[in-house]
DNA sequence: TTGTACGCGTTATCAC
DNA sequence: GTGATAACGCGTACAA
């Protein structure tokens, strides 16, 4: 079953023309006499001829779509960034193809052997929380494939990348923490291979470390999924419980873990911020309905798609070889609410 | 800034063969000898030979790929059926290009129009909140685009319909409202052009009726929006609030009307349950979370996505014009909950 | 001002 | 068993 649609050709064939005039006077030649122009263009009008962008793609070598791989799309943060990479994309003709990792490594290749067999002119990509070989990605950039990373980037991978400015975002949390009287606060990190895991870490212990207080490593755990596997938060905090000198709050540094964490914390019974001070990424607007109100380092996503998307067509746009990259580092805005409150 | 890659023109030039030759060895064809066959195999991998999916377009006529239009990626429903949209869609080699609405009838009507102009060989839509004119989806269905519905349907056009029993499940919550003794039920829509609003309010009409309950029509309000714009709902709620007869439940017929309400309803400190119990459709997980924890009805979105896309591929890939289609109803679930459970 | 021929990458058809 | 050619739809260099 299948739909056909007028072209070029049935266009010259119904007005006795050929289909280099057709062609000419619909993208409006200066060539053609204004009478064949409107005469051509009546008749497009009238038979709804649309060119056919696969064959444009064909000759143009370029498919005017932009492909975004991210681990989760029903993670607010990520539907947030695509919310901006579609505005720019839209606004400048291209097409944007979403995908997910979901977390894979596997998957994630699998998209990009897909997506980059040159059904795509560029590539926005947050990887997922289990890649550690970048060959793949290493062999598209060196192929030319326009890349941005966002979020997830690659340090090796020398090209733009958007981040939030992690390391302050979590020295922020904690400092909060800190001046809130917090004295033993753990932290639950995704995974250690992922750039910004580490980056996280250091605004956590640059904060300890600047308030003169000692690390505990037994206080610093990982989920190496990134909290979507359940399991592995579930096992972090109940580890954090178990130990003889518990923590009295938690900074969560990922928008999974952070829910997942408050969701285990509430049916343990444990009171927030009584008996334990929260703190984590996240994005969704949700937060603030939960009880207590849930503080959080909430990343500016829309504009980080935006800026992903305009950094991107600026390189697949760009009639030279880009050398120049940019790493644009995002401020991300903590929103204290109550679960971060010590009454004490 | 463009990146090449090999073709099979390419690799009959390394070798000294036609392109013919190698088209056929790639596809294991039984007319040529292993050994040439061999050659161009090991060839072909070594330097990492795609076959260049446009070009393919261009020939079958198809692009393998569908279109999903939703009104906003962001909202946990529809980025759940994606996702199951996105499961069986590449199963089955088929790419996902998903574009957002945004609740707007223009936008809606520019992305049809970019997507159908031979892009997609299917789509796969819930139309915007707006949308009360069906011309251009009724145009496409007559040029024979696969088309599948799901969610807000046109039920005037005849094809394949994926939907909630939207009846039921609203039937369900209201009779749990009032079995729980709640006297005054008022309920908030969406926008009254879309037929899964008037199948929800057909069964809360047909709730009270079984329960002998006149209905007051003071209690009915609509979110021409669907909730997206935040001003509607909290229009909708204070004219609510300030009635004489003030309702002690609401029904909330949208995932975010829902969220919007609950919010309202806190921020002005009204007790839910105790001098209002809510339930509304939400498919988020963080409803749970919410104090009181919040009562929903949810729809079963990722199964959603799949029959969806099973039903879509069906069309696409069946020989003849198919005239016998479904409307496949799934059950929601009743999630019942703090806010709906009344005291008295 | 308009038409002819070619190429984008692939495969089907026909020829050798 | 392999090669040449046409076709998919479009735009453009070259011809007229």
């Keep these: 079953m299948k739909f056909e649609a007028a072209t070029i050709k049935d266009i010259a064939k119904a007005l006795g023309l050929s289909t280099s005039t057709v062609s000419r006077a619909l993208r409006d030649s200066h060539e053609i006499s204004e009478a064949t122009k409107k005469k051509i263009r009546d008749y497009a009008v009238e038979i709804n001829y649309r060119p056919n962008p696969v064959a444009l793609s064909l000759k143009e070598k370029r498919t005017l779509s932009i492909g975004v791989v991210v681990s989760e799309i029903a993670n607010t943060f990520f539907s947030q960034v695509i919310n901006g ?50 060959t793949s990605l290493k062999q598209l950039h060196e ?21 939030t400015d992690n390391l302050q975002g979590v020295y922020q949390a904690t400092q909060h923490l800190i001046q809130n009287k917090f004295k033993r606060i753990a932290i639950i990190a995704s995974n250690p291979n992922l750039a910004i895991t580490r980056e996280r870490l250091a605004g956590y212990l640059q904060a300890l470390a600047d308030h003169k207080i000692t690390v505990d490593h037994s ?10 596997d359940v399991e592995e938060v579930e096992i972090a905090v109940k580890d954090l419980l178990k130990l003889k000198k518990k923590p009295d709050a ?26 334990m001070g929260v703190i984590g990424f996240n994005n969704s607007k949700y937060t603030s309905l939960f009880a207590p109100a849930l503080s959080v380092i909430r990343q500016p996503a829309f504009e980080m798609g935006e800026k992903a998307a305009t950094l991107l067509l600026n390189l697949i746009e760009s009639k030279r070889a880009v050398t120049d990259f940019k790493l644009e580092s995002l401020a991300p805005e903590i929103i204290i609410r109550e679960s971060s409150q010590n009454s004490r």
Tied chains: 1, 2.
Excluded at 115 to 124: C, M, N, V
Excluded at 219 to 228: D, E, K, N, V
Excluded at 265 to 271: A, D, H, V
Aim: glycine letters at 4%; proline letters at 2%; aromatic letters at 8%.
């Design 250 to 275: 938690l900074v969560l540094l990922a928008d999974k873990i952070t829910t997942e964490t408050f969701s285990i914390l509430k049916r343990e019974k444990i009171k927030v911020p009584g008996e």
């Design 219 to 228: 206080l610093i755990r990982y989920c190496s999924h990134g909290g979507s």
């Design 143 to 163: 192929k030319r494939l326009p890349i941005v990373f966002f979020d997830r980037v690659v340090e090796e991978i020398n090209t733009h990348k958007v981040i």
């Design 85 to 134: 990479i579609e505005s720019i994309a839209y606004k400048n003709g291209y097409n944007v193809i979403i995908t997910q990792s979901r977390e894979s490594l596997e998957r994630e290749q699998m998209i990009l052997d897909y997506l980059t067999s040159r059904s795509i002119d560029g590539l926005i990509i947050s990887i997922s929380s289990e890649t550690n070989d970048f």
